[in-house]
Each structure stands twice: as C-alpha cells, then as structure tokens.
C-alpha cells in the first residue's frame, strides 16, 4: 500500500465527508507517526489533541490488553470497576470530589448533548453560547455550535439557543436572565482557531450566571486533562463550572467523553433520562485510567506548560514576517499567519516531516501529545522559516 493506493480506496469506499485525505497513517510510536510511504513525521496534532501520551504509549497498550481479555463491555445495567475507578479519579483530579458526579459517554458531542439535556432540567427555556464556539456536530451540539456555515445545511435547528460575541462580558449580561438555562463556553475556543477567553472572561460569566440561577458549563472537550497546563482550564481561572464536559484527551486514543456535573448540577438527570450503550466501557474506561495515572505520576500537566510558553516564545522570537504572533496555553497553540494560507503552511510542513492543522485560514494549530520532548519542539520551531519558504513557493 502506499498513500496514492489509499487515496483511491478511500475515494471509492468512503463517504466524501472529509475530503480525501492527502496521506494515510500506518503506524506511531510516542510523538512519530509513519504513513504508507514509510515517510516519518513528528505529530503536532495528536489526532485533534486527542493522544495526550502520544502513539501506542506503554500505559495504554497494557491497561488495555489486560481489560480487554479480562471484561471488555457491559452496558450500564450493572457496575464495572473500571467506569468506578475513572469516576473517582476524574473528580479527584478536577478538586470535585465529594460535590461533582459524572456520567460517561462516547463523544464531545454526546457531552455537550448531555449538558444541554441537563440544562432543559431546569425547566427554565433559554440557552446562551457564543459565536463562533464549537460544542460538535450532532444536532443539539451543532446547534450550540455558534457557525452558521456548519450549522444552516442542517436547520431547522434546536429551538431555544442564542448566541454572544465570545469575550464580550457586557453582551453575556445582557443575554442572561432569570429564563436562561445555561451558558455555554470554551475556555479556549479551540476550532475556531485557538482563541483564548480574554482575562476575566470566565470569571464574569461564573458570576453572571450565579447571579440569575443558571447553569454555568465549560466545555472542556479541548481544553481538558492537561492540555493548557493544568488538568482544566477552570482551574487556572480560579472558577468552579457547574457543568464540565470532557472527550478527547481522555481516553488516549480510545473513544471516551465525560460529563461532570458539580453540586446541584449533578442531581437533575434522573433515572433513564439519558442512555448510553457504550458508555463507560471498560475497555475505553481503562485506557482513561492509565492517561490520567500517567499524567499525574510524570507531571504532564506541567510539562505542557513549560514546553507550551518555550514554543510560544521561541516561535515569536523569529520575528518572522509571516508570523503574527502566538495564542494560546500549554499545548494548545496557534500560530496566527500574515501571509501564507495555513493549508499551504501545513502542506509544506507535512513535506518537512511535521504534522499540524490548518485551523482556520489564517491560523495553523499545535496540539501535540503532552509527552512532547523540549528538543522536539525546538527542531519544528527552527524548521519553520523553512517551512513558510517552501509555502510561499506553493501559493
Ligand atoms: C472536538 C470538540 C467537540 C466535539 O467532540 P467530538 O468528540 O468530535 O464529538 C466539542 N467541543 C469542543 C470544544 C471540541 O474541541
């Protein structure tokens, strides 16, 4: 096989709702992934910030061979060890045990599908999230979504959701009243190209929503288990949500999401309310486990925020006429473009070795594994005046 072969497979078997991807990925190993070619590249992506310990990490690969020849599903109508233990550790982890309850899922969608589920329970009628957001693809989710190019294909939509500008704290007020539900928002919107919530913001919407009643949930699908610096952006903005949704890094590679409700927040589903087949899986509750053990016992968490701000700052130090600068926390980056397309940049980057995502237009995201070596990092980041050479040739 090689990546020409799998482009026309791709193209005849699956549904063209992705594009036909430009390579295909047969193997990794820590922060290297290698593609039908035997090209080697280092992976700044991480699968959408998803393999918080990189390919094929020891943890994982034994937390889940062992779970899957010991009880690989049960379905929710009983127990399972495995769902108990991640539970307890998530709560430990994000400071909520004893006053936050979780429920698993699959997906960030289904999280946020839970989380909007949650907040109708209030009986109250209206949902504030902001524009330009991203909360997933299903159609509550797309609904909070705040991209109407994503979102109009698909209407009519789910009634009852509106939309701020993000960051703006004096439009969050005006939207709240004692008839909202619940605001929805991303610490950093990360689809939107890595925009943080300015200084304050979170603060502002903790206390705007306290101060009518409403539910206050983060969406943490990107942001969470360790990725900026610290398990949870909450944390670092000194607020506690009610509602917390996870996914993506949680699971390692495996397919898991979360929803932590926090005090009262966590009592208004009630018995059969929601239903998840898959949900907490042994299998994919293992592969939790052994991420959330392994960032804890090798201070991943930290080391994202040291290599993060290196990269930020070296990155800038260029001063590089194509870059503008750098946004960001930990390991969740984007570097914002003056002139090059980001597809281009990406392209060139691929051809250097370096897998990262053109974003948006204008932006070029870095989400690696958390196990990042420093060195690793330097080399892209002195490999990059080369790389936005060979993209301006391109364009
Ligand atoms: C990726 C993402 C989602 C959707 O998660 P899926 O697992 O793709 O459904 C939701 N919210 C945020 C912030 C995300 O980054």
């Known amino acids: ?63 889940v061979s062992r779970q899957i020849a010991t009880l690989g ?34 997906s960030g969608s289904e999280a946020n599908e839970v989380a909007l589920k949650i907040s109708r329970l209030t009986g ?30 698909f209407a009519p939509l789910v009634p009852g959701i509106g939309h701020v500008p993000f960051g703006d704290i004096d439009a969050l007020r005006a939207a709240v009243d004692s008839d909202t539900a619940a605001v929805f928002v991303e610490p950093i919107q990360g689809e939107a190209g890595v925009i943080p919530a300015p200084d304050g913001y979170l603060r502002a919407a903790r206390e705007i929503t306290e101060q009518h009643g409403a539910l206050l949930v983060l969406d943490e699908v990107q942001t969470g288990i360790g990725r900026t610096g610290s398990w949870f952006a909450f944390q670092q903005a000194g607020i506690v949500p009610d509602v917390v949704t996870l996914a993506k890094g949680l699971g390692g590679g495996l397919p898991l999401g979360a929803v932590i409700g926090v005090g009262g927040a966590a009592d208004l589903l009630q018995p059969g309310q929601h239903g998840v087949t898959f949900g907490g899986n042994p299998v994919c509750c293992a592969a939790g486990l052994a991420v959330l053990r392994t960032i804890e016992s090798e201070s991943l968490a930290e080391h994202a925020r040291t290599v993060g701000k290196d990269i930020a700052a070296s990155v ?42 053109p974003v948006t237009p204008d932006t070029l995201r870095l989400a690696p594994p958390l196990v990042l070596a420093a060195e690793d990092a330097h080399r892209f980041v002195s490999d990059l005046p080369q790389i936005l050479d060979d993209a301006s040739k391109d364009v």
């Open 73 to 106: 599903h049960t379905s929710n109508l009983v127990a399972n060890p495995v769902a108990l233990e991640l539970s307890e550790t998530l709560l430990e982890v994000a400071g909520l045990a004893g006053d936050g309850k979780v429920l698993l899922v699959n």
């Open 124 to 153: 109250r009628g209206s949902v504030v999230a902001c524009e330009s957001g991203f909360h997933g693809r299903t159609m509550g989710a797309l609904t909070l979504t705040g991209q109407p190019a994503k979102q109009e294909p």
């Open 1 to 63: 096989m090689t990546n020409e072969q799998a482009r026309l497979r791709w193209e005849s078997a699956l549904v063209n709702n992705y594009g036909t991807p430009p390579i295909e990925v047969v193997r990794g190993e820590g922060t290297r992934v290698w593609d039908a070619d035997g090209n080697a590249y280092l992976d700044l992506l991480a699968g959408i910030a998803v393999n918080a310990l990189g390919h094929a990490h020891p943890a994982v690969v034994d937390a």
């Open 316 to 357: 800038e130090a260029l001063r590089h006429p194509s870059i503008a600068g750098v946004r960001g926390a930990g390991l969740l980056l984007g570097v914002a473009l003056r002139e090059q397309p980001s597809a281009a940049v990406a392209g060139a980057a691929r051809r250097a070795g370096y897998l990262v995502n």
